[in-house]
């Protein structure tokens, strides 16, 4: 076991296109984040959150600064050791849950461990369990198109939960849910967050962001503040 944080960012830069057309996306990000935290990252619109959730899972490389992941400086891996730590490591959710169509749910949960090589035999247990962790093992045998987007979104996060990842990142995943199913989501993401994954999630709702214990501000390609929720206070009083 070792004493690092889970993530380190450090001047993390980002400059997309060159030349004249240049633009500097990321302008020196530091941000440490520690095992079993719940982080929201907020800000403006072209603020810089997705860029940084996008090197945060090793989907692009930063033009400058040093992001560290377990204490190994992720610039110094190869492309396949990233996606290897990608693999091992990390669960991605997306706004638009990207689930195959005419597919059940089971099976695209299945999916992230076909390319691991396992049989049918794991790839079901394991999917089951993930779907048992949102829920939806009743709705195991409906594709996409017989679920609410609620449960389309689940169906997403028990993807991304089949490997037994550390780190869950979720970029706007109630972007496209009402407030009722937006409120399940993070009451879910709660749930995983204290049975001990770490969680990333970028919101534009405060009210969504309330379920964080860490509230990360981006303005114009930097941290403009971090914050302690509220929820994290309480957690960490414990009951009265
Ligand atoms: N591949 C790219 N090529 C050029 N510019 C890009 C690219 N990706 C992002 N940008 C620019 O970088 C800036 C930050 O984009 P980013 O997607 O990180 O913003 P965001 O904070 O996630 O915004 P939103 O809330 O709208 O999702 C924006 O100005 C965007 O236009
Ligand atoms: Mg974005």
């Given at each position: ?72 400086e992720v610039q110094k891996l190869d492309r396949d050791q ?159």
């Amino acid at each position: 076991m070792t004493a690092e944080p889970l993530i380190q960012l450090e001047g993390i830069t980002k400059t997309f296109g060159n030349g004249a057309a240049a633009f500097q996306a990321l302008k020196g990000i530091d941000l440490t984040i520690e095992r079993g935290d719940f982080v929201a990252i907020m800000g403006p619109s072209g603020s810089g959150k997705s860029t940084t959730m996008n090197i945060l899972g090793c989907l692009d490389v930063p033009t400058g600064g040093v992001f560290r992941f377990r204490g190994v400086e992720v610039q110094k891996l190869d492309r396949d050791q990233r996606s290897l730590l990608r693999r091992r490591y990390l669960g991605f959710v997306f706004q638009g849950f990207n689930l195959l169509a005419r597919t059940t749910a089971l099976e695209n949960v299945e999916l992230p461990l076909l390319y691991r090589g396992e049989n049918k035999t794991q790839r079901r247990e394991s999917a089951l369990r993930a779907l048992d962790q949102v829920g939806l093992v009743p709705w195991a045998s409906h594709s996409p198109s017989e679920l609410s987007g609620g449960q389309q979104q689940r169906v997403a996060i028990a993807r991304a939960l089949v490997t037994q990842p550390d780190v869950l990142l979720a970029d706007e995943p109630t972007g496209n849910l009402d407030s009722e199913r937006s409120v399940e989501i993070m009451l879910l993401l709660q749930r995983l967050n204290g049975e001990g994954i770490t969680v990333l999630m970028v919101t534009h709702e405060e009210e969504m962001a309330a379920y964080a214990k860490t509230i990360v501000r981006f303005r114009d390609g930097q941290v403009e503040r971090i914050e302690h929720s509220a929820t994290a206070l309480a957690q960490a009083s414990g009951p009265a």
